[in-house]
């Protein structure tokens, strides 16, 4: 992970630990089912962004320096990481 992405990210999982922590005292306040799930969807949501940001660094920084660099292997090897990703999510 770059050096400038890892503060970021881990401010916003910071943050989505907090909805956590809020959405579990709903629940222990029987809250509104309504209200819970309008939370746990604003937790998912952010957790994609965090996955974008992610995966967005890891192509910039990682697959972009296999694929410009001299190690066929190293390419092949990151190309494959993808396509297992993509598989795994297509399910």
């Known amino acids: 992970m770059q050096i400038d992405t890892k503060p970021k990210i881990l401010n916003r999982l910071s ?14 306040e029987d809250r509104y089912c309504i209200d819970l799930l309008t939370q746990l969807r604003a937790v998912r949501a952010a957790l994609l962004r965090v996955e974008t940001e992610v995966l967005r660094d890891h192509l910039d920084h990682c697959v972009m ?4 660099g001299d ?17 795994r999510a297509g399910r």
Do not use: H
């Not at 943050?15 to 629940?27: D, L, P, S, Y």
């Open 15 to 28: 943050r989505i630990e907090g909805q956590v922590r809020g959405i579990a005292r709903m629940v222990d």
């Open 71 to 87: 190690d066929p292997e190293d390419r092949k090897a990151k190309a494959g990481e993808l396509i297992e990703l993509l598989a």
């Open 65 to 68: 320096g296999a694929m410009t």
